[in-house]
């Protein structure tokens, strides 16, 4: 939101840094969350990011590893109803690299259904889901983010931190 203040903070022990809202609360605060991720919410509109470490998928193509992960969350969630709205293709990131090897960024947007923790379908939200995967090949490690936009919250709704909690 424009004029909205963000804050520096610390991700994977410090190891690297992002700014986003202050909005943003830490989950690791309430619950465990597994030393690959960090999950951040806001409650109060649903929405969510998570920083992901995850091992390199050296099989995926370059040019498709963002919609790779995209199909990969969305079968992780059982979602229905998804559509890719935007994809970037990849491009260098020349600021960032590992090694002499720059890292290649790819990104994708969607529109999914998707349920929280054990909900059925009849619970299905429709988000707005932005994926961004960096790719780190000489670390052999791929970075997925993803943001969670909520665009319809059905009425049998559990906020996301629970959720996560609870599985």
């Known amino acids: 939101m424009a004029g909205e203040s963000s804050t520096r903070r610390p991700l994977f022990g410090g190891a690297i840094s992002t700014t986003f809202p202050a909005r943003f609360q830490d989950v690791s605060n309430i619950c465990k969350v597994p030393d690959h991720q960090e999950v951040l919410v806001n409650p109060a509109r649903d929405e969510s990011l998570i920083f992901e470490l995850l091992d390199l998928k050296g099989e995926v193509d ?18 229905g109803d998804n559509l890719v709205v935007e994809h970037s293709g990849i491009v260098e990131l020349p600021g960032l690299h590992f090694g002499v090897a720059p890292a290649l960024a790819g990104t994708t947007v969607a529109r999914l259904a998707v349920s929280k923790g054990r909900q059925g379908t009849e619970a299905q939200n429709i988000v707005r889901l932005y994926l961004a995967n960096i790719r780190l090949k000489n670390a052999t490690t791929d970075v997925v983010i993803t943001a969670y936009e909520p665009l319809l919250i059905k009425l049998y709704h559990i906020v996301l931190f629970v959720a996560f909690c609870i599985d």
């Open 62 to 79: 370059d040019g498709g590893s963002a919609l790779w992960f995209l199909r990969n969350v969305a079968n992780e969630q059982d979602a």
